[in-house]
C-alpha cells in the first residue's frame, strides 16, 4: 500500500461548484498535513497546513483532517476559473526540534474549473 | 511577498556533464530543502540542509549528488555527472524555523540531461 494516495483526476466542474480533493494515507505517525496548489510549470504553492484532526477555513478553502481515518480533505467553496491547477496533498511524520521534516506527497489531482 | 527564487529555469546538459542549480532561500529562513518532480509523477524529498550540515537525505540522493551554502544567500545542488533519469523538475524550498513553519518552494530549474 502506497504512503499517500491521491485521485489524480483529472477533475472539472463549473464554476461556482463546491470541490472536495482528498487524500488517504497509511502512516499513522503522520501528524502535519499540507495542501499545496501548483499551476503548470511552477513550484508548489502552500495553500493551507495543520497538525490536528478537524476543520481549519481560510476563505474558501477549507482542510479537514480525520485522523482515526487517515483521511484529509482540501474544499473549495465559489470555484473559480482561476482555481484551475494540480493540487497536493503533502504529509509530514516528523515535526522535530531540527526542523528535518521531509514531505510526503501526493500525486496531486488536476482540477479544471469551466467558466 | 519574499519567496524562493531558482536559477536557471531551464538547463540543458549531455549525459555525464556536471550541473549546479542554484537557489535564494528566503533570507531570514534556516532550513533548505531539494525536491525533484519527474514529469507525471510525485514530488520526491531530496535532501534537507540546516547549519551547514546535511540533515536529512533520501536514497535518491547518491555520491553524485552534493549540495552547498557558498554564501549566506545562495544554496547549490551539483550533479556531479548527469543521468538521463536525473531529467526532472528540481525543487529548492525552505522553512523559517523549528516546529510548525511549512516549506516555501521556488519555481523550479527544469534539467534536461540529452
Known amino acids: 500500500q502506497k504512503e499517500v494516495e491521491q485521485d489524480p483526476g483529472p477533475l472539472s466542474v463549473p464554476e461556482g461548484a463546491i470541490v472536495s480533493l482528498n487524500c488517504t494515507y497509511s502512516?499513522?505517525?503522520?501528524?502535519?498535513f499540507m495542501w499545496y496548489r501548483q499551476y503548470s510549470r511552477k513550484g508548489p504553492e502552500l495553500l493551507m497546513y495543520?497538525?490536528?484532526?478537524g476543520n481549519k477555513e481560510d476563505g474558501r478553502f477549507t482542510a479537514q483532517v480525520d485522523k482515526s481515518s487517515k483521511y484529509i480533505s482540501l474544499f473549495i467553496r465559489d470555484s473559480q476559473p482561476s482555481d484551475s491547477a494540480t493540487y497536493l496533498c503533502?504529509?509530514?511524520?516528523?515535526?522535530?526540534?531540527?526542523?528535518?521534516?521531509?514531505?510526503?506527497f501526493g500525486t496531486g489531482t488536476r482540477l479544471t474549473i469551466i467558466p | 511577498e519574499p519567496e524562493v527564487t531558482q536559477t536557471p529555469s531551464h538547463q540543458v546538459t549531455q549525459m555525464g556533464q556536471e550541473v549546479i542549480l542554484r537557489c535564494v532561500p528566503i533570507?531570514?529562513?534556516?532550513?533548505f530543502y531539494w525536491y525533484r518532480q519527474i514529469l507525471g509523477q510525485k514530488v520526491e524529498f531530496l535532501v534537507s540542509?540546516?547549519?551547514?550540515?546535511?540533515?536529512?537525505k533520501s536514497e535518491i540522493f547518491d555520491d553524485q549528488f552534493s549540495v552547498e551554502r557558498p554564501d549566506g544567500s545562495n544554496f547549490t545542488l551539483k550533479i556531479r555527472s548527469t543521468k538521463l533519469e536525473d531529467s526532472a523538475m528540481y525543487f529548492c524550498?525552505?522553512?523559517?524555523?523549528?516546529?510548525?513553519?511549512?516549506?516555501?518552494f521556488g519555481n523550479g530549474t527544469r534539467l534536461t540531461v540529452t
Open positions: 503533502a504529509l509530514s511524520d516528523v515535526v522535530s526540534n531540527f526542523g528535518n521534516e521531509k514531505l510526503t
Open positions: 533570507s531570514n529562513h534556516l532550513y
Open positions: 502512516n499513522s505517525a503522520f501528524q502535519y
Open positions: 540542509f540546516y547549519n551547514n550540515e546535511i540533515s536529512e
Open positions: 524550498a525552505s522553512r523559517r524555523g523549528r516546529g510548525i513553519s511549512p516549506l516555501h
Open positions: 495543520t497538525y490536528s484532526s
